[in-house]
């Protein structure tokens, strides 16, 4: 079988974004932070890819590069076959528009608005007729049918969220970026989002990138990603809650080694 045979039996072709020498750094001289040291990345298309990583190793950085929410030092980005960094500003905006979706953990939704609005708000401003049977789709996959005349005020924080998912999705991007989706919310209703991201990749064939520090959240990806100190170092496909705390511990027990004393800089 040939590789494009193979692509089309998946349904996918070419990664949904790519990252090549990646490196962003902050600040200048001597109070630089490297948060992204030259890396490489392939977001496959068609899956659910987590982000893992302590706190600091460069997780929020990559996603916000890998959308075009921020600038790169050096490297290159591409979504699909289009090559982001170098677009201008005006380019970029309507590139995130059109092909990307976003959940953060602040829900972002509009207090004045009932559900429906919010969740068509992106296309509206963008001046884009909505898909009404893919809209259906995701607000019954979502099962938000019957709240969708409420204001967010008027919902749990749970419902609030698949809101903010469904917003997401409604426009049908090429890519959701998913930061911290369940930060907010209690286990039942968290699992509940992951239950809908998963469903969303599953059964609406969309890609979805999630930075988490849970466990239990990655589990639900088909592939982790592990930072450290701006850099992937390590990845994990079909992950388990287990098998990812057991991995996260590892960068734990690896405190840097206080040079002069060789000693870890808690003192062990
Ligand atoms: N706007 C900024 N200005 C200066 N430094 C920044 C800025 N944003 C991030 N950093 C630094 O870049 C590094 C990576 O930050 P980033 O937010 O990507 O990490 P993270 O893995 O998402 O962390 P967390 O899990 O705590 O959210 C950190 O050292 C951080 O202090």
Known sequence: MSASEGAQETGLDGPAARARSLT??????????????????DIAAGRFTAVMGPSGSGKSTLMHCLAGLDSVSAGQVWLGS???????????????????????????????????????LPMDIAGRRPDREWVDRVIDTLALRDRLGHRPAQLSGGQQQRVACARALAARPELIFADEPTGNLDSRAGAEVLGFLREAVDELDQTVVMVTHDPNAAAYSDLVLFLADGRIVDEMPQPTSEKVLERMKRFDSGRPEDPDTGRTTDGS
């Open 24 to 41: 962003k750094a902050y600040g200048s001289g001597e109070t630089t932070v490297l948060a992204l040291d030259a890396v490489d990345v």
């Open 82 to 120: 289009t090559e982001i960094t170098g677009l201008k500003d005006r380019e970029l905006t309507r590139l995130r528009r059109d092909r990307i979706g976003f959940m953060f953990q602040a829900f972002n939704l509009l207090p004045t608005l009932n559900a429906r609005e919010n969740i068509t």
